[in-house]
């Protein structure tokens, strides 16, 4: 059985730093894209990043550039996401989610494995 269990999320103050973590079992990361979701209340499920399969490609939302980094220890089947310099309109609950295929692409359609979501909250 697929399954995607997201791990990592808090509340941290503005500037801080986090890092999120997506284990995947009953797949090997090496031959799905991994990407990374974020839903604030009252707004639509947005894609922040993604990896290619061995992760040799990656994306990045502009708001994310910079201080977001992907990636993926294939070793260990998980997905990392680590969050710097973070702001107050970073908090949402983070999605990991995967499809089969190379294409590294945040339309959210075409993921269709997706995990429960961890909250990350950014306040003083």
């Known amino acids: 059985q697929l399954q995607l269990v997201e791990s990592g999320g808090g509340l941290v103050q503005p500037g801080g730093s986090l890092r999120l973590s997506c284990a995947a079992s009953?797949?090997?990361?090496?031959?799905?894209?991994i990407g990374w979701f974020r839903q604030a209340p009252g707004k639509e499920r947005e894609g922040v990043s993604c990896?290619?399969?061995?992760?040799?490609?990656?994306n990045y939302a502009d708001s994310v550039k910079g201080r977001f980094t992907i990636s993926s220890d294939n070793a260990k089947n998980t997905v990392y996401l680590q969050m710097n310099s973070l702001k107050p309109e970073d908090t949402a609950v983070y999605y990991c989610?995967?499809?089969?295929?190379?294409?590294?692409?945040?339309?959210?359609?075409?993921?269709?494995?997706w995990g429960q979501g961890t909250q990350v909250t950014v306040s003083s």
């Open positions: 989610a995967a499809f089969r295929g190379r294409l590294t692409t945040m339309n959210n359609s075409v993921y269709n494995y």
């Open positions: 009953g797949f090997t990361l090496d031959r799905h894209v």
């Open positions: 990896i290619s399969s061995g992760g040799g490609r990656t």
